[in-house]
């Protein structure tokens, strides 16, 4: 199971944190679900949010280590898979029996078994949806590798970046910019750039 480092940025009610990681290898445990939360144009220390299940009962600022739960990939795998293989062999079987027993000709064994394909198929995207809908397939807070020294007070200092929409702590971000009265921050000077060129955009 691929692991990854990263700080909790924010606590959620719904016993979720946001934890941002900065990746050095691919397939970043949740991106695809907030792949519009990943700034693209920082191509040297991008970052990511990821949305993990907070188990651990990690606080703001902790370093913390998030996976995927073990076998998390293999049961929807063998839901998405598995299910549909076994409602074309049962429709199949079927199939066979019906040709055999009741003389249904080959056009109707052909549909029976084409039924069974589908209602697996059914069955297994209503299954996968509930095991979603349950975090079964969420990334996880795995453990606490080193608890924040800072008070969860720290957390204000967090910004949003206009651009890419990413959480910046305002104390190191890596560019800032006041516009019309007010300090924005930003992840990279690639954002900062982009919001000169065009402020209305952003805002």
């Not at 066979?96 to 209602?119: C, I, K, M, T, W």
């Not at 969420?138 to 949003?160: E, G, L, N």
Request: glycine letters at 8%; aromatic letters at 6%; hydrophobic letters at 45%.
């Amino acid at each position: 199971m691929s692991q990854y480092e990263g700080f909790v940025a924010s606590l959620k009610q719904n016993g979720k944190a946001d934890v941002i990681i900065q990746p050095g290898k691919p397939s970043i445990p949740g991106a695809p679900e907030v792949s519009k939360r990943v700034c693209h144009c920082a191509t040297d220390g991008s970052t990511v949010i990821v949305e993990a299940l907070n188990r651990a009962g990690a606080g703001v600022g902790d370093l913390v280590s998030v996976g995927r739960t073990p076998g998390a990939l293999m049961k929807s795998a063998a839901t998405l898979l598995g299910l549909p293989a076994m409602g074309l062999m049962l429709g199949i079987t079927v199939a066979v029996l019906l040709n055999q027993r009741l003389a249904v000709n080959e056009a109707g064994a052909v549909f029976v078994a084409v039924a069974g394909l589908v209602l697996g198929s059914i069955i297994a995207w209503v299954s996968y949806r509930r095991m979603a809908v349950d975090n079964q397939f969420a990334p996880v807070i795995t453990r606490i590798i080193k608890r924040s020294t800072k008070t969860a007070a720290s957390a204000s200092s967090m910004a949003i970046d206009p651009v890419c929409k990413m959480q910046v702590d305002s104390t190191a971000a890596a560019a800032s910019l006041e516009y019309q009265g007010k300090t924005y921050y930003f992840c990279h000077p690639g954002c900062r750039e982009a919001f000169i060129k065009d402020p209305a955009t952003y805002l």
